[in-house]
Nanobody, 123 residues
Framework: QVQLVESGGGSVQAGGSLRLSCAAYGYTYMINYMGWFRQAPGKEREGVARIFTAGGSTYYADSVKGRFTISQDNAKNTVYLQMNNMKPEDTAMYYC????????????????WGQGTQVTVSS
């Protein structure tokens, strides 16, 4: 089993920055991909960024490309999401997720989820 614990959410003004952290516990050796998703009120959950933990390759949603950066610290089993130049439309509950390898480098197959952390961007 894998447990994910997020931290770092909060409120920021447009143009500001936040960094989210996600620490993984348990059978972390099974994880091949970690990702960040978000869900705004009344909207479907969407993938924001993901990283292939073995090779470090990353992928971003078009809406955050150039503003958000996903990174990892393998020694700490922790993944980060650095969010810069934030916009009101970034307001959402952000979730960390992990998967072994189902569906490869796609948004599908993530089966381990954190509890979520709220991010609010005011204009």
């Amino acid at each position: 089993q894998v447990q994910l614990v997020e931290s770092g959410g909060g409120s920021v003004q447009a143009g500001g920055s936040l960094r989210l952290s996600c620490a993984a516990y348990g059978y972390t050796y099974m994880i091949n991909y970690m990702g960040w998703f978000r869900q705004a009120p009344g909207k479907e959950r969407e993938g924001v960024a993901r990283i292939f933990t073995a090779g470090g390759s990353t992928y971003y949603a078009d809406s955050v490309k150039g503003r958000f950066t996903i990174s990892q610290d393998n020694a700490k089993n922790t993944v980060y999401l650095q969010m810069n130049n934030m916009k009101p439309e970034d307001t959402a509950m952000y979730y960390c997720a992990a998967k072994e390898g189902s569906y490869g480098g796609t948004w599908l197959g993530f089966k381990h989820w954190g509890q979520g952390t709220q991010v609010t961007v005011s204009s």
